[in-house]
């Protein structure tokens, strides 16, 4: 029982952090209202894989250790910011011709892989989330923790991330909302475009402090 508490304790945790905006939202949301419902999915799922690498080296001691060297850490930070940088030169930049009323001209496309790589790299490459897993997970686990229950909280984890960023990616392209969004298409992808560099230059500068 006291095992149970504790991972709805954990769930709890985990979706409200999934829920709060940062760089996974906004690669869902421009995917999501740029290519659609699929591609949108797709890249809520590599989100969801994205979120691995920092879970595995953080359950199992290593995050700690790879923290602790500044370096190192100044090398995630910096290529994370790169990333985003590049995020935002793309959105800015993307083709945006949208069908009129009963026109049967298709939108922009992307593949299923390269939205799901998307999402991988966006989550794999933020520093920030490195950070979190490591104050998130200190306070669930413990040396006495069984492995089960430690893959158990990871695995959470990433479901949380893929499920919400799926529901988000699904609701955006629904008869009610989408509609809306197609009339500003141009200015969402460019705000994207806008964030993604302004969360670039913050993380670079942070990386140097």
Known sequence: MGDFLHWLLFLSVCTTASISPGPAFLIT???????????????????????????????????????????????????????????????????????????????????????FRQGVITNITNPKGWLYFIALFSQFVGPTTPVSMRLLYGATNCVVEALWFSLVATLLNTRQLRPAFDRFMVTTSHVCGLLFIGLALKVFVDAFK
């Open 29 to 115: 949301l421009r995917n999501a209202l740029t290519y659609g419902r699929r591609s949108g999915i797709a890249t809520a799922v590599g989100l969801g894989v994205g979120i691995i690498p920092p879970i595995l080296v953080t359950l199992f001691g290593i995050a700690s250790l790879l923290i602790s060297v500044p370096l190192a850490f100044m090398a995630i930070k910096v290529i994370g910011a790169a990333y985003l940088f590049y995020m935002g030169i793309c959105a800015l930049r993307s083709p945006m011709a949208l069908p009129e009323e009963n026109d049967t001209v298709a939108r922009a496309t992307i593949s299923d892989l390269a939205a």
